[in-house]
């Protein structure tokens, strides 16, 4: 039992803590920044792919987004693929005159990754920009994402993702810092090598890389990512492109998506075991460490706890307390929600308390083979 408390308060601590200090100490001394283009080199073609589906409310917006971007005319296009939608999508997709905005639309609802297998062989393009519909890019951020493509090591490019903070939700700053977080230490390695962590909602790639992606796939960023690391190529965050996502923070629309994320991290584990090779080397340690321990972190969470009480001593007991006290908090947090939606405090650890609780559904539901589309 005691070796069961040591190895869980270690995966815990390098986890949460020493793998990212490892890997902005590396990024920091070690980093490689990548080729950066030569003066007037000529811009690359572009298409960029917004799979949709229902989402009128936004579509409009996201349209105009589009068109502000500081990109040439003539060398983009704006490819809005409908996904068996059944609200007015498409008549606002085909409202407007721009010749930029075209307009693919599928009968039935699919999901995102077949939307996106069937879209992409069709392009021509040079590189192949994904985003969400819900997404709002800055100005210059096709410009910025673009740039790291001048490096030939360079396979795929990451936009910096950002969460709407107009929600008034108690998690609003607790999302915001996460993303924060976490944007950081894909960057980081990115720096030092690759990350396998690319942005679903603002990422680029050329086009004649792409290899279709499994059928039923739930989240394609992630093994999108991978792939081009196994062929040797980096993925990279780009800070200069930016995506402000219109995502609701109310916890029930959190925990939803944070399910359906756990599932498709499952999903993505068994796609890339080759990926658990150790000869894989760095690809192997960022593997392991951002996204198998990550998923393992509520389960370790328990049995820490677990051992940490049937040990009786003093300090596997305040250790146990301190994480219950947590877990408490984070109940705490949301209820607070209801009453009081400026009052932050508690949010990371409600987020937190989310996130777990979202795991142990999302696995639950993987191991049961129950689907989700969108």
Not at 187 to 201: D, F, H, M, P, Q
Request: with cysteine; charged share 20%; aromatic share 12%.
């Amino acid at each position: 039992m005691l070796a069961l408390f040591i190895i869980c308060g270690f995966v815990l601590g390098y986890t949460l803590g020493l793998y990212p200090l490892a890997m902005w100490a590396l990024a920091r001394w070690r980093g490689r920044p990548w080729r950066v283009p030569a003066p007037g080199a000529a811009l690359p073609s572009i298409s960029m792919i917004i799979p949709v589906y229902n989402e009128e409310k936004i579509l409009r917006e996201k349209i105009e987004n589009c068109l502000r971007l500081d990109y040439p005319a003539d060398r983009i296009e704006f490819i809005f693929a409908l996904d068996g939608c059944t609200d007015s999508s498409e008549a606002i997709v085909t409202g407007g005159a721009d010749p930029r905005v075209r307009l693919q639309a599928f009968a039935a609802n699919r999901g995102k990754v077949a939307i996106l297998n069937d879209v992409i062989p069709g392009v021509r393009s040079e590189l192949i920009v994904i985003s969400d519909a819900s997404g709002m890019i800055n100005p210059a951020g096709l410009r910025e994402l673009v740039a790291p493509f001048a490096d030939p090591e360079v396979g795929g490019a990451a936009g910096v993702y950002r969460v709407s903070r107009e929600d008034r939700s108690q998690l609003d700053s607790a999302e915001h810092s996460y993303h924060g977080f976490e944007m950081k230490l894909r960057g980081w390695e990115g720096l030092v090598r690759t990350t396998l962590s690319g942005t679903g909602s603002l990422f680029a790639f050329r086009q004649a890389e792409f290899e279709p992606f499994p059928a039923g796939l739930i989240n394609e960023d992630y093994v999108l990512s991978s792939r081009l690391a196994l062929r040797g190529r980096r993925v990279v965050y780009v800070p200069g492109a930016q995506l402000v996502d219109r995502l609701s923070t109310r916890p029930a629309a959190v925990f939803r998506r944070r399910v359906r994320i756990a599932y498709g991290n499952w999903q993505q584990i068994r796609y890339l075991r080759e990926l658990l090779n150790p000869a894989r080397g760095f690809l192997f340690w960022v593997f392991v460490s951002h996204k198998l321990l990550r998923m393992l972190l509520p389960f370790v969470l328990v049995a820490f706890l677990v051992s940490s009480m049937a040990l009786g001593s003093t300090v596997a007991w305040l250790m146990g307390a301190g994480a219950l006290l947590l877990v408490a908090a984070g109940a705490l947090g949301l209820l607070l929600d209801r009453f009081f939606r400026n009052f932050n405090p508690l949010s990371v650890v409600a987020l937190v308390f989310i996130n777990f609780v979202a795991v142990f559904v999302g696995t639950g539901k993987y191991i049961a083979g129950r689907k989700a589309a969108w």
